[in-house]
């Protein structure tokens, strides 16, 4: 895969920044093509090419080369099927092409910064410390190339937080070019412990956005442990306060393992008395990716195992009116009475099934396992589900 290039031999205008456009099999009308990544199917179609954002295509150019026009075009992919009309792609100068969005996908985001203030046990994306405030203008970009109608979209990192203004600026363009997209965005929410940042968020007014931070006891020290920070746990509760206070929707995130699964109960309880206008509270079984690798003799434990504990925390918080969910678990070793409350929430992208899974009467409500969990760790206690043991009046719905 590499850059093409002219039709006498000569490099085409050096590309020295990644350039982002949205996906067409179609023509597009020429003022139109700025925002346009074309998909070639054959070397005949690169007639026309000049003035999209770039071009792909299988297709492996003549080594004296076919094209006049001054378009980067990507050529020799080893497969073009993955991509659909109205995807977005970024072009980078080697010739490397990232996927940023899919059209038909539910689980879009925007990979803000590697940085984190937290270095979590088992934290699936490992922060590294780099000055990546460059992305910002990326994220910015990709938010005017997506469909108006993408029902949510997450953002992530790393921490989001510590872009500080340039977040809030994000968050902003999201409002005004994707009015009808839920946001959803993952912090550990200690940034937000200065309460003009909670007040700046809220001062968007952004109509459907939810800030979703992990909170992992109602222990001061075991939460800090667990998230490797003195005092986290402190910032963290007030930032949760601070969103409250200023009306920023907030979702409460426990991964459990280990560490936290005993005080579950007593953690739910906390959340309830202290918490009690958190929009939702979401129970989550372990991703073994990341630091979760070699941390794993520590962390893990077999999702059947805490059973009771997760059936106590849910009926508490169910009881008591708050919204709660059930996260990254296979039905067959979650206890019965709660399945109601689990949802299909990992990543298209990254979700996969045992093949024992196919013959499971409920396989199609199920979570699934991370793909990570395949190789490196799952409940010893996987079983196809009989289509006897299952009842008619589950409640299978998703939160949003």
Not at 5 to 31: D, F
Not at 120 to 136: A, F, G, T
Not at 159 to 179: G, H, M, N, V, Y
Request: aromatic share 8%.
């Amino acid at each position: 895969m590499s850059l093409s290039l002219g039709s006498h031999g000569s490099p085409l205008p050096t590309l020295n920044r990644t350039v982002l456009g949205r996906v067409t099999s179609i023509p597009t009308e020429a003022p139109l093509r700025k925002d346009h990544v074309l998909l070639a199917r054959s070397l005949e179609s690169l007639s026309e090419i000049q003035g999209y954002a770039g071009v792909l295509t299988s297709q492996a150019l003549p080594p004296d080369g076919v094209l006049t026009a001054d378009t980067p075009v990507v050529h020799g992919l080893s497969s073009l099927d993955h991509l659909e009309d109205g995807d977005v792609v970024a072009l980078s100068p080697n010739g490397y092409v990232r996927t940023l969005y899919r059209l038909r996908s539910p689980h879009n985001s925007l990979f803000t910064t590697d940085q984190c203030n937290s270095f979590c046990l088992m934290c699936s994306q490992p922060p590294k410390p780099v000055d990546d405030r460059h992305r910002i203008a990326e994220h910015l970009r990709l938010v005017e190339l997506m469909d108006p109608s993408t029902p949510e979209l997450g953002i992530t990192g790393g921490e989001p937080t510590l872009l500080k203004d340039d977040l809030l600026i994000l968050i902003e363009r999201c409002r005004e070019l994707l009015p009808q997209t839920a946001l959803h965005v993952l912090s550990n929410g200690r940034l937000f412990y200065y309460g003009s940042f909670a007040r700046k968020l809220a001062g968007i007014g952004h109509p459907d956005l939810m800030i979703g931070v992990p909170l992992y006891s109602d222990v001061d020290s075991e939460h800090d442990y667990v998230v490797q920070s003195t005092g986290a746990f402190d910032q963290t509760l007030i930032g949760l306060q601070n969103l409250g206070r200023y009306g920023v929707p907030i979702e409460i995130r426990i991964v459990i393992h280990r560490l936290t699964y005993a005080r579950l109960p007593r953690l739910a309880e906390f959340i309830y008395r202290n918490l009690p206008f958190a929009s939702h509270v979401a129970l989550m079984g372990l991703e073994v990716m990341g630091f979760a690798v070699p941390n794993l003799a520590d962390l893990w434990i077999d999702p059947a195992e805490y059973g009771r504990e997760l059936v106590a925390s849910v009926d508490f918080l169910a009881r008591h009116g708050m919204r709660v969910s059930i996260y990254n678990h296979q039905l067959c070793v979650v206890p019965r009475e709660v399945w109601g409350y689990c949802r299909r929430s990992i990543s298209d992208w990254k979700n996969d099934y045992l093949p024992v899974c196919d013959a499971c009467a409920v396989r199609s409500h199920c979570g699934g396992f991370f793909s990570s969990s395949l190789r490196r760790g799952h409940s010893s206690r996987i079983r196809p589900v009989n289509a006897g043991e299952t009842t008619t009046n589950l409640a299978w719905t998703t939160p949003r």
